[in-house]
Each structure stands twice: as structure tokens, then as C-alpha cells.
T-cell receptor
């Protein structure tokens, strides 16, 4: 049983395309975390949100608590956005992670 | 960037030997976590700590122990390493207080452990 499901698992896009990555969860949560991991690299925090929407540059994250669903959008995608995007939910001192979405943006 | 370091960054060891990984933070965060990352599994929690000498198990704690004798250091020990413990290990820290994003985690650079 996986508390956090991400889709798609793999995504290939052309530079400039609008990208959406989805995250659904089955547990009650206090907050949801989007993370980015470049190949061979460390894990970087993108957003932490508990309601509504947040925007940072070309990245937008939304969450619907009632539907237990979050989306990460990337506008005007660029090859440097190629990475694994990870969704994690926070519940009672612990984070539960999705298995990640591998994004490849082609020039 | 949050001040988190992990040591060693790479280690090769033989089956049956004890191994200790160290996570060190300079942020004075209360919560510290040890995860392992394996292909097809994502990040899985091994153990976590919510204060000095306060620790709890995660979903994959068998074969691992931890200790936290001071706020800045969280040690992960493999008592007798097995090949199934070959993985990349990440430490993370978290905390919340007024004015900061609650519960956000910051990750260390990772330790690549190979058990032969």
C-alpha cells in the first residue's frame, strides 16, 4: 500500500511546453511538499503547501485538501527542468513520499 | 542553503561489517530523518528523531539503529551490513516556528553505500 501516488511516472516534453505532474494521497495530512532531484544530485525543496496555490517563477503548485490531490505545473519548460519531481505528504511527524516523476525536457 | 552535511559521501564495505553514517546540521532544527533511496521505491524512512535522545522507527528500520546525543548530530548504524542495504542514504532536517514555512524538509547531499 502506497500512501502517495504520483502520475505520470515518466514524462517527455518539448522545450516550451506546459507540464503537469499529479500527486494523490490517501492519508490525512498537515502539509504537502514538492521536491526536485537532478540526476546524481541532491534533493531540493520547491514548495510546501497546506492549502490553495503557490507560485515561484515558472513553477506553480496547487492542492485540493478535500480531493486529496496536488498538482505541480511548469510553464514554458526548459531542458534544465529535467529532473525527478517528488511529492511528499506530512502526517504525524513523518513524511510519506511518492516514487517520483521523471521529467525529460528536450530542446 | 540549509547547513546539512553527511559523512562519508561514499563507502564500500563488506557484508557483516558495522557501518556508521553521520548527519550534521548547523540549523538547530529539532527533527532529523534518515531515508534510503532505491530505484523503484522512492524515499523510505528508516528512523527519525524529534529531539536529543528521542528517536522513533520508520517503515524500513530493521537492521538499522540510530543515536542522537546532541541536537546537531544524528548517527545511523548498520550493525552488520548486508547487500540489501546497498543504497543511497539521505539525511533531512525539519522544524517550524512563527514566520517560517512549517514542516519543510532540507536534505543533505546523500551517502552512497555499497555492501559487497
Amino acid at each position: 500500500k502506497n500512501e502517495v501516488e504520483q502520475s505520470p511516472q515518466n514524462l517527455t516534453a518539448q522545450e516550451g511546453e506546459f507540464i503537469t505532474i499529479n500527486c494523490s494521497y490517501s492519508v490525512g495530512i498537515s502539509a504537502l511538499h514538492w521536491l526536485q532531484q537532478h540526476p546524481g544530485g541532491g534533493i531540493v525543496s520547491l514548495f510546501m503547501l497546506s492549502s490553495g496555490k503557490k507560485k515561484h517563477g515558472r513553477l506553480i503548485a496547487t492542492i485540493n485538501i478535500q480531493e486529496k490531490h496536488s498538482s505541480l505545473h511548469i510553464t514554458a519548460s526548459h531542458p534544465r527542468d529535467s529532473a525527478v519531481y517528488i511529492c511528499a505528504v506530512y502526517n504525524f511527524n513523518k513524511f510519506y513520499f511518492g516514487s517520483g516523476t521523471k521529467l525529460n525536457v528536450k530542446p | 542553503d540549509a547547513g546539512i552535511t553527511q559523512s562519508p559521501r561514499h563507502k564500500v564495505t563488506e557484508t557483516g561489517t558495522p557501518v556508521t553514517l553521520r548527519c550534521h546540521q548547523t540549523e538547530n532544527h529539532r527533527y532529523m530523518y534518515w531515508y534510503r533511496q532505491d530505484p523503484g521505491h522512492g524515499l523510505r524512512l528508516i528512523h527519525y528523531s524529534y529531539g536529543v535522545k528521542d528517536t522513533d522507527k520508520g517503515e524500513v528500520s530493521d537492521g538499522y539503529s540510530v543515536s542522537r546525543s546532541k541536537t546537531e548530530d544524528f548517527l545511523l548504524t548498520l550493525e552488520s551490513a548486508t547487500s540489501s542495504q546497498t543504497s543511497v542514504y539521505f539525511c533531512a532536517i525539519s522544524d517550524w516556528w512563527v514566520g517560517r514555512t512549517p514542516y519543510e524538509q532540507y536534505f543533505g547531499p546523500g551517502t552512497r553505500l555499497t555492501v559487497t
